[in-house]
């Protein structure tokens, strides 16, 4: 079992659909957790950080769910740039950051 | 956005010539990471650092070697390079273990 998996997809949406990407991780030690977005031959760049409580920035929620040891992105009123890999990012005790090879989302107009 | 850039940005080489790769932070952040990046593969780790010449090895460390003498400046080098080397490769750093790690713009190597 990989320690962090996600459907790499790729997921078409309609713009202004609702999209949720699931990510579950092995280490229950792990102690924070990120979503980073990845625009093509770009670098990633972080998108949110998820908190036990969940967090919400603007269109973009996350949730993160210990007891079944997932967390979640849900991204409401898509737009054509919200285009892009999404990657799902765990960090477990240690050095090292853990990383899901991405899920790829395509908005479509 | 962190102060991270990389150089070269773009390098095409010969198999069996040895290639430096530099990251240079602005930010005095204590840990640095080389990743690379191939398609099916996302993100892998090759080698990381805790700290000025304390570094260690990720999950795909074998060809690449690294060193730390400064805070700032985290050299990535392929010994000899060889194709399977051709890739994308990524510096990152970060200023404490529960923080977030920021990337360069990348570095992609060609290995004729």
């Known amino acids: 079992r990989k320690e962090v998996e996600q459907d790499p997809g790729p997921f078409n949406v309609p713009e202004g659909a609702t999209v949720a990407f699931n990510c579950t991780y092995s280490?229950?030690?792990?102690?924070?957790f990120f979503w980073y977005r990845q625009d093509c031959r770009k670098e990633p760049k972080l998108l949110m950080s998820?908190?036990?409580?969940?967090n919400e920035d603007g269109r973009f929620t996350a949730q993160l769910n210990r007891a079944s040891q997932y967390i979640s992105l849900l991204i409401r009123d898509s737009k054509l740039s919200d285009s892009a890999t999404y990657l799902c990012?765990?960090?477990?005790?240690?050095?090292?950051?853990?990383w899901g090879a991405g899920t790829k989302l395509i908005i479509k107009p | 956005d962190a102060g991270i850039t990389q150089s070269p940005r773009h390098k095409v080489t010969e198999t069996g010539t040895p290639v430096t790769l530099r990251c240079h932070q602005t930010e005095n952040h204590r840990y640095m990471y080389w990743y690379r990046q191939d398609p099916g593969h996302g993100l892998r780790l090759i080698h990381y650092?805790?700290?000025?010449?304390?570094?260690d090895k990720g999950e795909v460390s074998d060809g690449y070697s690294v060193s730390r003498s400064k805070t700032e400046d985290f050299l990535l080098t392929l010994e000899s390079a060889t194709s399977s080397q051709t890739s994308v490769y990524f510096c990152?750093?970060?200023?404490?273990?529960?923080?977030?790690?920021?990337f360069g713009p990348g570095t992609r190597l060609t290995v004729t």
């Open positions: 990152a750093s970060r200023q404490d273990v529960d923080y977030e790690q920021y």
């Open positions: 650092s805790y700290g000025v010449k304390d570094t």
């Open positions: 280490n229950s030690a792990s102690q924070s």
């Open positions: 998820v908190y036990s409580s969940g």
């Open positions: 990012v765990v960090n477990p005790p240690g050095y090292q950051l853990i």
